[in-house]
Structures are given as structure tokens and as C-alpha cells.
């Protein structure tokens, strides 16, 4: 099982090195076997074959997993055992699946060179750093916080090489996959889940592998910081989770969102409305004055605020909102009201949602975060992330445990379809096909859903 999920990376790496963006003066523009991979359809579909067996295999492993310590619940060290194996032949790996990485290794020299990432776009900078930078992004700024840019601005006063960069980022992710490995075990038992199985599915699936670990992303190190606010809140008391939370949203916007439980589970059962409201204001106030004290310790301010409209200039085909709204013929409009269904969501769970139980404060948090995923303007498959830690250490209903699962698989095997393809629009199709193909095996057939219930009994 650990050596079949080891040679699945492996070999998502080597199909990567193909299919992935990389700068042109990299040691892959030096290599003629890869150049000529690259450089025909051909090449480029044996590479993304490669990265679809890999996945595969990847997925195999990883349900094989679930069911071994689904049936052993002290068995915690496979789980992180697995994730630990599973992410080391996805170190020296470009980003995969996306191009963010390289964004963020050129914000990190614009920073170096004390030109505010919040002012300036990457293009300012020219030559090798920029090369592989997603072409949409060359001038716009960053909608990130201060803390990503602070350690972006440490890596590139090490280095200015882009693949060295990249690979520190990758580092800033693993350090999100650390602090859920702490995490995610704490906020199971609270519910009474398998903190083994738990784990699993948020340390070693295909989604966290594919699009945590290979896209190492911003929002894997958010993700781990709001899931220790909350087992902070719990157990230290509010004002480390509001500390900590404030800390994610210094990562990204969305981080602030734990704060929700960090009030909830802090406070004594069946709090009063005025006690509720006075623990939010409370909470809101820390969280703002650390979100506030990092920008200026960083040098950088607050002009990330002004920038968070940035990625709604793209449009998503996981953006229910933006679908609809196009069907429509009015994009504005349907993510206007879907912005408002997520507030009125997160309105209700915040008044009605019972206070001083952990298991509740962790479900209010995962229906909060879920509610402004699904319904976001903008939805890439790396969102999902945000709240997986918290539906994943819930007791949910058995159907939604396992489709829970299911989409722990699906949203890893579709990883490949990205910009990063360059138009490879019959490699778009063969992967959608396959994803369609398994999830039907998983969903449709007896002995599919019959494998996936025996986990979440």
C-alpha cells in the first residue's frame, strides 16, 4: 500500500515535468527528451497518462488505507506514515495542476527587492522569475495577506532561482499538512470519529496529494492554521483561537472564517444572545489587531484588502453561481445572490448555532466554510481544502460520509484538467472520462458503494 502510493507520485512527477508550466531557462528547457515531450501532443499525452496512472494509484492506495484503519482506531501513525511517503516524491516537483506556485516565488522577489506586492504586479521584474507566472497575473496584485509575502521575501533573499523558490513554498505547504496532522486527530475525537481514518482522508487523499501537496498551494498552510485556532479555542481558551485565527486570515481572507468556532465552543452551553454577540465582538477585535499588526511588521499594509476582488475576473466551471449565472445571461447578478445566501448562512450559524460543545462548534464551521466554497464566485478544485479538515472530523449521515469520500477521490483525479494543459483540449476530454468512469464504479455499482459505506459505519 505504501510503496503503490509512493510509485503513483513518482509518477505523477515524471508526467508533470511534462505537462506543467515550467520557465523556459529551468534545467527541464536544458533536457531534449523533456523538450520534445513537451513540444508535440503526442509527448504531452503520454505525460498526462503517466499522471493519470499515477493518480490512479495514488487512489487505490489510499482507499486501501482507509479501510486498514477504519477497522484499527489507535492505527494514527499509518495514517501520517502514508502522507509522509506519499508527498516525498512530490518535493522537487514544479507546481502541478496550477501555476500559482510560480506567482508566489515572484511576489516573494518583489518583496525582496522592496517593491509592495500590493502595488506592483510581477511583470515590474522581468527575466527568469517571471517566466512561468500565469499570464492573467503579470500585472495584478496580490490578494494574499502578509504572511505568505513575508515568507516569499525570506526564501528570495536565500535565492532567486524559480524551481528553488517553488520547492520553499512547497516547504510553507507542508507545514499547513503538519499542523493538521496535529490538528485533525483532536477535532475527531471530539465528534467521536476514527481519528485514524480522519487522518487519512485529510492528510493522504488524492485531493490533499494532487492539490495540496503538488499545487502547494496557500491554502494548505491557512487550512492547518484554522484548524489549530479551533482546538486552541477548546482548549486553551478564545483568545489563542482568535490569535491563531487571525493568523489564517493573514494567510487569506477566508482563514478568518474559524473565528465562527472559535466563539461557539468557547462559550458555556446555551450562552445567552447578549453573551454571544459580546464573545463575536471580542473575538473579532483580536483577530483584527493580529491580521492588522502583521501587515505592518511585514512592511507590506493592508493593500491585500483592496486586491481580494482579483481572482473574480476569472471564471470557474466549479462556480455554481457563475455557471448559473452565465446560463442566465446574468454572471453579476447570481453571484450577487449567492454572496448573500453565504452571509445569510453564516449569519444563522453564528446566532442559532448551540454554543459550548465542540462537536457542534466543528460542524458550524464546516457547513460555514462549505456554505461560501460552493456558493463562492470563484471556485478552484484547491478551496475544497479549506474545509476539509472539519467535514472530515464530523459525524455525518452515512450517504454524506460517503460522499465525503467519493469527492476526496474525484476532486484528485480531475486535478490534471488545468490551464497547465496549454489547449490539450482531447486530453481535457480523456481525463474528464475517466473521473466520470470512477466515479459511476464508486456510486453506481453494488459493490462500489457497498466498499465505500463499510468506512463510515
Known amino acids: 500500500m505504501l510503496v503503490r502510493g509512493s510509485i503513483g507520485s513518482l509518477l505523477v512527477l515524471i508526467g508533470g515535468l511534462v505537462v506543467s508550466v515550467v520557465p523556459e531557462s529551468s534545467w527541464v528547457g536544458d533536457s531534449a527528451l523533456l523538450q520534445s515531450l513537451r513540444s508535440g501532443i503526442g ?8 499522471v493519470m496512472l499515477g493518480l490512479g494509484l495514488l487512489a487505490h492506495a489510499w482507499l486501501g488505507l482507509c479501510r486498514s484503519v477504519s477497522h484499527d482506531e489507535g492505527d494514527l501513525r499509518s495514517s501520517r506514515l502514508a502522507a509522509v511517503c506519499w508527498s516525498v516524491p512530490l518535493l522537487l516537483a514544479p507546481p502541478l495542476f496550477s501555476r500559482d506556485g510560480w506567482s508566489y516565488a515572484a511576489q516573494g522577489a518583489l518583496m525582496r527587492a522592496d517593491l509592495s506586492p500590493y502595488e506592483h504586479g510581477p511583470v515590474i521584474l522581468g527575466g527568469p522569475i517571471i517566466e512561468a507566472v500565469d499570464g492573467r497575473w503579470l500585472a495584478t496584485m496580490t490578494p494574499y495577506g502578509p504572511i505568505p509575502l513575508a515568507l516569499g521575501g525570506g526564501f528570495a533573499h536565500v535565492t532567486t532561482d524559480p524551481w528553488l523558490l517553488v520547492i520553499a513554498h512547497r516547504g510553507v505547504a507542508l507545514l499547513g499538512v503538519a499542523l493538521l496532522a496535529w490538528a485533525v486527530p483532536r477535532l475527531a475525537q471530539w465528534s467521536g470519529v476514527n481519528p485514524a481514518l480522519a487522518s487519512a482522508v485529510v492528510l493522504a487523499s488524492p485531493l490533499m496529494m494532487a492539490n495540496g501537496i503538488g499545487g502547494l498551494h496557500n491554502d494548505l498552510l491557512m487550512a492547518g492554521l484554522m484548524a489549530v485556532a479551533l482546538v486552541l479555542a477548546a482548549e486553551h481558551g478564545w483568545v489563542w483561537g482568535a490569535v491563531v485565527g487571525g493568523l489564517a486570515a493573514g494567510v487569506k481572507a477566508p482563514g478568518g472564517l474559524v473565528c465562527l468556532g472559535v466563539v461557539l465552543v468557547s462559550l458555556p452551553v446555551a450562552a445567552s444572545m447578549r453573551a454571544r454577540l459580546s464573545r463575536f465582538v471580542a473575538v473579532a477585535g483580536v483577530s483584527s ?3 492588522w499588526l502583521a501587515g505592518v511588521l511585514v512592511g507590506t499594509g493592508h493593500g491585500w484588502i483592496a486586491a481580494l476582488a482579483v481572482p473574480g475576473e476569472v471564471n470557474t466551471v466549479l462556480s455554481i453561481t457563475t455557471v448559473v449565472g452565465q446560463a442566465w445571461g446574468s454572471v453579476t447578478v447570481v453571484r450577487l445572490v449567492g454572496t448573500v445566501v453565504a ?8 446566532l442559532r448555532s448551540p454554543t459550548g460543545t465542540r462537536p457542534a462548534a466543528t460542524r458550524a464551521v464546516a457547513v460555514a466554510v462549505g456554505t461560501v466554497v460552493v456558493l463562492g464566485p ?9 474545509v476539509l479538515p472539519f467535514v472530515a472530523t464530523v459525524r455525518w449521515s452515512r450517504p454524506v460520509g460517503t460522499a465525503v469520500l467519493v469527492l ?8 490534471p484538467l488545468d490551464s497547465s494543459l496549454h ?3 482531447l486530453a481535457i476530454v480523456l481525463v474528464t472520462m475517466l473521473a466520470a468512469l470512477l466515479g459511476a464504479g464508486l456510486l453506481l455499482t453494488p459493490r462500489g458503494r457497498e466498499r465505500l459505506e463499510t ?3
Open 43 to 50: 509527448g504531452r499525452m503520454a505525460g498526462l497518462s503517466l
Open 289 to 291: 489587531a493580529v491580521l
Open 343 to 350: 452571509v445569510a448562512t453564516l449569519a444563522w450559524m453564528a
Open 378 to 386: 470563484v471556485v478552484h478544485l484547491w478551496y475544497f481544502l479549506w
Open 455 to 457: 468506512l463510515t459505519r
Open 423 to 425: 489547449g490539450a483540449y
Open 408 to 415: 476526496a477521490v474525484l476532486l484528485g483525479l480531475v486535478a
